[in-house]
């Protein structure tokens, strides 16, 4: 098909897109997109779930209008909650926390959000444009990416550990080994071995990403909060943010070349199915925090290129995804497959037809993920300003609401009871890791790739042995993409030795004297806790070398890996003193100037000041906290969740909060009313079972009844 006709088409398309009907179906599904990416836990999957029953009696352009328009604009809202409070509305906006809570915390809530949002919409116009000239191009490639292939980019993206390790780098690698370890849970695909189970069938089926992230990042950032006892924004702060937004927005024409390098990330990996969203921000904040000028520096530190690289990607995906949904009927993502639901219910067949036959419901598609960006970005700039008010809300209230919304948004990962264990297991494990400077971003990424690493390594190793690593002519991909890893592992070694010999050019020198001998400080909890979770790897390989060799094949690889980077750690902290560093350079006279330069403190994670308070009042703070979690999960078990959630809202800001009755009542009735109505009567949420509900059976008879 020749250029003029794809223009054609495309302004066919365009001038299909444009009714009164059509746009206003698209604006409806941007604005229940919106809502359903701010609140944690839901994203667009829920949210098509929702919208495909309306979508039987529209037409085929107006019903894929309604649905782009939700699924584009999911994680543009999502960055709201991502900013304010530390917590990602959807998995999409984990990077995002790295640096935009604590702009928000510095009073740049304002800053980030321009940058996001700007950074959003040229993210998603970028996907979308990509989307429309490749469709036609893409296919004979696509048709010759196998399992090879796919592995080898899921190596490169695990390769990204090493950057967000930032200094930590043998922490970083560990919690990366436990993230793949952890993504190995459930039934096997490859022998049907259930691994890590512990007899439990919430985990036959692994385990969801949805309480394993919000676990990590939520509940850690809420505890800080709670132990600070300090809202983000200072009262005599101003709220209005509209100046600081204008500065994000010029932040992401200055990085214009960023923008379009994580956005064509964002889309490329978009397009392989699998990937999908909780990978795609990481990859692309990890890119831009190995290639930009002194981001070793201020990464993870509130750096708006950390938020622009995260966000241009994440929107990018969306359009990256669509490919292989059109061109092949294999969808990109989750939310792909129910668009790919649409396409037959509407009677629509992916494959060469989408590109030739109905090349005008296609560019529809296309029309309606950049349209939606527009509208999607626009309606968060303009409501930014009552958005940065909830900065000013004290933190007796705001956590709570925050973390009762976070409780029910968990429950989705699977809608079982298991749920809201992980939520709080790795909650507990995400404030243990943050407390002692462990990162977890690394983890986060080895468990969205661990799975599919484990499936394309067990494929690639079955068909073609060990070819498929080194055969240029048969797997020249394969090969490409191994030479870009070793090259990105190394390049922050190299930039080290070009940065040293420069320096030595310019008559600098840098000296440092390490000692190995026993340093009985070592022996801390940083020490204990990894000597803990050697033992746990000990014990894993001990349990999966008595599985078939597809179901332990990465269980061992990544014990062995982990014990390896453990023992170094390990010895590390017992004998091995980095000494001070000395620069040495000379005056005008040629005399050396000697002085000690600090190490330099990398950790592209949160980290919080707790200023003056004592460690004891710290101490039980956090216990406090993680005392009203357990009691939330405690009064669900027994009355119900939604009952328990409005008990928890009741007591958390009354007791602990010291709230007025008159604010506990009004916001907890506020919050419960609409949580009720959301998920139980739109969503229709099969709640889990209570001990009060299992004692009174015939209760569920009445409709108010089937809260417990």
């Known amino acids: 098909m020749d250029d003029i006709s794809l223009l054609h088409e495309a302004g066919q398309a365009l001038d299909i897109l444009f009714t009164f009907e059509r746009l206003g179906f698209l604006f409806l599904g941007v604005i229940i997109g919106l809502i359903v990416g701010v609140i944690p836990g839901l994203g667009g999957l829920v949210g098509l779930s929702l919208l495909l029953p309306f979508t039987f009696d529209m037409n085929a352009y107006t019903a894929l209008a309604f649905l782009m328009g939700l699924q584009a604009v999911t994680v543009t809202s999502d960055t709201i909650p991502a900013v304010m409070f530390g917590v990602p509305g959807t998995v999409g906006s984990a990077a995002t926390i790295l640096d935009g809570y604590p702009m928000s915390r510095k009073g740049e809530a304002g800053r980030a959000y321009g940058a996001a949002f700007t950074a959003s919409v040229i993210g998603g116009l970028w996907g979308a444009l990509l989307l429309g000239v490749s469709i036609p191009i893409l296919r004979p490639v696509m048709l010759h990416i196998g399992s090879p292939e796919l592995l080898s980019f899921c190596i490169f993206g695990l390769s990204l550990a090493s950057v967000l390790s930032g200094g930590s780098l043998l922490k970083g690698l560990a919690g ?93 990996l978009g397009a392989v199915p699998g990937i999908g969203a909780s990978v795609v921000d990481w990859i692309a904040y990890g890119h831009a925090a190995r290639t930009e000028k002194g981001a070793d520096i201020s990464f993870g530190k509130g750096d708006v290129r950390g938020v622009i690289a995260s966000e241009s990607s994440n929107n990018a995906k969306e359009g990256g995804a669509l490919v292989p949904t059109i061109a092949f009927g294999v969808p990109g993502s989750a939310s792909m497959a129910l668009i790919l639901g649409a396409f037959l219910i509407h009677g629509l067949v992916p494959g ?17 993920v950049a349209v939606a960006n527009i509208l999607g970005a626009g309606i968060c700039f303009t409501f930014a300003n009552q958005l940065a008010k909830l900065a000013l809300i004290r933190p007796g209230i705001l956590v709570p609401i925050v973390l009762a919304v976070v409780f029910v948004g968990a429950f989705q990962g699977s809608r079982q009871w298991g749920d809201i264990w992980a939520l709080l297991g790795f909650g507990l494990l995400g404030f243990i890791m943050k407390r002692l400077r462990w990162p977890r ?116 690889v990544m014990g062995y890996l982990a014990l390896i980077i453990l023992a170094f750690f390990l010895f590390a902290k017992l004998f091995y003193q980095a000494g001070a560093k000395m620069v040495t350079t000379k005056d005008t006279n040629g005399n050396d100037i000697v002085r000690e330069e600090a190490e330099s403190d990398v950790h592209f994670d949160i980290v919080v000041d707790f200023g003056d308070l004592d460690k004891s009042i710290i101490t039980r703070r956090a216990f406090a906290y993680f005392g009203w979690c357990g009691f939330f999960f405690v009064a669900a078990a027994t009355v119900g969740l939604m009952v328990a959630m409005f008990l928890f809202l009741v007591g958390y800001m009354r007791v602990w909060g010291k709230a007025t009755w008159a604010t506990t009542l009004l916001i907890s009735c506020s919050l419960w009313a609409f949580c009720y109505g959301l998920f139980h009567h739109i969503l229709i949420i099969p709640w889990p079972q209570s001990v009060v509900g299992d004692m009174f059976p015939v209760l569920r008879t009445i409709n108010w009844a089937n809260l417990f």
């Open 352 to 368: 060469p037809d989408m590109v030739t036959k109905n090349l005008d419901v296609t560019y529809t598609m296309v029309w309606s």
């Open 176 to 268: 990366a080994c436990i993230g793949i370890l952890i993504s190995t849970a459930g039934d096997d695909p490859q022998t049907g071995t259930l691994r890590w189970t512990f007899d439990s069938l919430y985990l036959w089926d692994g385990l969801p990403v949805v309480p394993l992230a919000l676990g990590l990042f939520a509940i850690p950032e809420l505890a800080d909060l709670a132990i600070q006892q300090k809202s983000i924004k200072n009262e005599n702060d101003s709220t209005d943010i509209t100046d600081s937004q204008l500065v994000g927005v010029r932040d992401v024409f200055n990085n214009m070349w960023l923008v379009c390098r994580c956005a064509t990330i964002g889309a490329g």
């Open 441 to 556: 971003p690394p983890l986060v990424l080895g468990f969205v790739l661990g799975g599919l690493v484990e499936r394309y390594m067990f494929i690639s190793v079955e068909r073609y042995g060990a070819q498929w690593t080194y055969d240029i002519t048969e797997f020249p991909i394969v090969v490409i993409m191994f030479i870009i890893t070793l090259y990105g592992i190394a390049s922050p070694y190299l930039s080290q030795a070009r940065k040293k010999r420069k320096d030595i050019a310019n008559g600098i020198t840098t000296s440092q004297v390490a000692t190995f001998s026993y340093n009985k400080r070592g022996l801390d909890l940083d020490f204990l806790f990894g000597a803990g979770i050697a033992l746990m790897f000990i014990v894993e390989l001990s349990i999966a070398s008595t599985w078939e060799f597809g179901a332990r094949l990465i269980p061992q």
